[in-house]
């Protein structure tokens, strides 16, 4: 008894907070693009403006961890590919939230899961910047080499990300 | 008989005002003071004197269910012609269609997902309506927290009752009930053309499941078979367009709530004639009410309308065994709303008093009808 008592104080419980997918397909996959076809696909299954948050919202959570999966294996031109796609999904949001405000829809709750997304992805995105080259020169075989600055590209995207939920958070208040 | 039809008709009406009872406490459907005023005691019956409205529901039951086997017996040497017929069931239609759904809130789920798609125009089947939080009728809709749960077919079909409802709450249940009257009588019109006769009719309009839970409770179980029905009628007809016809009207039912799939092998038997489709429809549909459907939720007394269905087009001297059992399994089924009503949850002994009260008068059913039979050889 006492030591049940001792748990339900001590030990916290745990809240599921915003949790990012498991890495999709990655490319070099065959269904790789298949996944990329279908995603666009899924954007006219995704009417409304709330489900288009959802869409939009996933998508930028996919293509992160895409980008940083293929950061942590050094794939880092692909990465880039990736996390700009995350950053045009993500800046895609503000709309969404605005028009179903519009529509007078409560999107607080959906904006409140966007500032979250913001913050685990700049989470992330600073995690990446510790780890990878500051500047990295991708040679390919028989092509030009691609100068990639990475660290700033991972800056660029955290700030886009903290600027998104600035808007939201302005655009709820309002 | 006259005064049969007379009591039917009033057990109708109380059933129509009784349902009023069921208001739900967040709706508001009326601020008449009129409506308050008989509205508020049969609120106060249902919700505060449960014992007194469990008792007044199953006098209901019992009433509708004693017209009915009068309706079965001397029907047809009353009514004599189709019309006369259709007259009474027309009247009780329109009656019912003005009652509250009184033992279920899955109109008011239709409602608001019709709502979450043509008003809020967001897809029914990845937004919930408790996403729209400022979403009026999340105060009175349960399940919100689900998405869409039919087919598309049946979500374009609410299209129909949400504009006929005009954005008032009242109005849309009434638009809704409306539309379950029309498919109702359509049933009872093709029951009656192919058939060519009253009982059949009658077994299917007055069996008082289909009047509780498609005219009061507005189910949409009837429009899945509707489909199915003139998809099969269609299929077992010559002619590659009517076939075709058959087939997407089979594939709409699927499209409004997938129950009929298992119909499908119907589809590859050659040779089948109307009469043994009916039966090998109904034993289908039997595995998956008695087997399929228990296991993803419970047996709901709604889901027994596929059955009352094709029963209605069987050659009832052929049949008895299965129109007898449809009978007992319709009464057996509407006394599973008895032990909510008495106790307002499902919890506790309702799942056991609900078993008992489903499968005693179906036990009772087969003993007797065995007993009648070897009694009969012997």
């Keep these: 008894m006492l030591i049940a008592y001792c748990l339900l104080f001590i030990v916290r419980p745990a809240f599921a907070g915003y949790v990012l997918p498991y890495p999709s397909y990655m490319p070099g996959s065959k269904l790789y693009r298949v996944s990329r076809i279908v995603d666009q696909l899924k954007k006219y299954w995704y009417f409304g403006n709330i489900a288009q948050i959802k869409y939009h919202l996933g998508l930028a959570d996919k293509y992160l961890v895409e980008a940083k999966t293929l950061m942590e294996y050094k794939q880092y031109l692909l990465a880039t590919d990736a996390l700009f796609r995350s950053d045009k999904e993500f800046l895609q949001l503000p709309k969404y939230v605005g028009d179903a405000k519009k529509e007078k829809k409560d999107v607080s709750a959906f904006a409140a899961l966007i500032i979250e997304a913001a913050e685990i992805h700049a989470g992330v995105l600073s995690i990446l910047a510790s780890t990878v080259p500051e500047q990295f020169i991708w040679t390919p075989e028989k092509e030009k080499p691609t100068e990639l600055n990475l660290s700033v590209l991972l800056r660029a995207s955290q700030e886009l990300r903290s600027r998104v939920a600035r808007e939201i958070l302005a655009n709820v208040k309002q | ?378």
């Design chain 2, 1 to 378: 008989m006259k005064y049969l039809v007379i009591v039917y008709f009033i057990t109708i009406i109380f059933l129509g005002w009784f349902s009023y009872g069921f208001l739900d406490p967040n709706l508001s459907l009326s601020s008449n003071p009129i409506f308050a005023y008989f509205q508020s005691p049969l609120s106060y019956l249902v919700y505060h004197n449960r014992s007194v409205a469990t008792a007044v529901f199953f006098l209901i039951v019992l009433s509708l269910f004693f017209s009915y086997a009068c309706f079965l017996r001397f029907g047809e040497k009353f009514f004599i012609r189709w019309k006369r017929l259709l007259l009474v069931v027309i009247a009780s239609a329109m009656i019912l269609v003005f009652s509250y759904p009184a033992l279920t809130y899955d109109l008011f789920n239709y409602i608001t997902t019709a709502k979450v798609t043509f008003t809020h125009r967001e897809n029914p089947y990845l937004v919930m309506p408790i996403e729209i939080p400022n979403e009026p009728n999340l105060a009175f809709t349960r399940a919100a927290n689900k998405v869409a749960l039919y087919g598309p077919v049946w979500i374009l079909l609410t299209a129909v009752g949400h504009y006929l409802g005009g954005g008032d709450v009242w109005r849309t249940i009434i638009a809704f009930k409306l539309m379950n009257a029309a498919v109702y009588l359509g049933f009872c019109f093709m029951i009656w053309r192919l058939t060519k006769k009253l009982t059949n009719v009658i077994f299917f309009a007055f069996n008082p499941l289909i009047v509780i839970e498609i005219l009061v409770s507005g189910h949409n179980d009837i429009y899945m078979m509707f489909f199915a029905v003139i998809g099969f009628i269609c299929w077992q007809k010559r002619g590659l367009i009517t076939k075709t016809v058959g087939l997407l009207s089979i594939f709409a039912s699927l499209l409004v709530k997938g129950a009929t799939l298992v119909l499908i092998p119907l589809l590859f038997i050659k040779k089948l004639s109307w009469d043994r489709l009916l039966l090998i429809a109904y034993c289908l549909l039997s595995i998956a009410f008695f087997a399929v459907a228990p296991l993803r939720e419970e047996l709901y007394p709604w889901y027994a309308v596929w059955l009352i269905v094709v029963a209605s087009f069987m050659d009832f001297k052929k049949q008895t065994f299965i129109t007898g059992f449809s009978v007992v399994l319709s009464f057996a089924l509407e006394l599973r709303h008895l032990p909510y009503l008495w106790m307002g949850y499902y919890e506790g002994p309702g799942p056991i008093l609900r078993t008992l009260f489903t499968f005693i008068p179906i036990v009772f059913y087969g003993g007797m009808y065995i007993y009648e039979n070897r009694f009969k050889e012997s």
